[in-house]
């Protein structure tokens, strides 16, 4: 038996994705090798309907001296299909925002593209680690 005619396989079907806010300012001249600033936003929507719940993951973007900033926030709307409860939040909380950073990212790339602003590539993110470490600044009131 494959697992196509198995129906006790776990799964979560990747619904889809949707952009639900962006917004982009900045001035008409920008200090040359500003750093950019990476601050993210993470929360979810559980059961938004029977098995299905969503996750949003957002960008927030500055430089040092706050002339340029960017925010660009995707939802992804996901279904448990025999996935047991406990197994669907752990992918909700990791996997979800693993399949929604290109999302942003691309969109983030690409209005910077367009603006002018040179920028250092969107940084490497470890999702188990960012998103953990997200968890724990949220606890301690380090982050809204």
Partial sequence: MNQSEDKSVNKVRFNYAVMVACEFRRAPILKENSSINFFPT??????????VSARHFGIRLTNDD??????VEYVGVFQNIGAGQTEFE??????????????????IQAILQRSGVQSSPFPIINVFEFVD?????LEEGKVV
């Fill in 42 to 51: 993470i929360f979810t929507e559980s059961n938004v309907e029977d098995g």
């Fill in 66 to 71: 706050q002339t340029m900033e960017c925010y």
């Fill in 90 to 107: 752990r992918f909700l909380k990791y996997n979800a925002v693993a399949v929604l950073i290109p999302y942003v990212r691309e969109t």
């Fill in 133 to 137: 470490q997200y968890e724990k600044e």
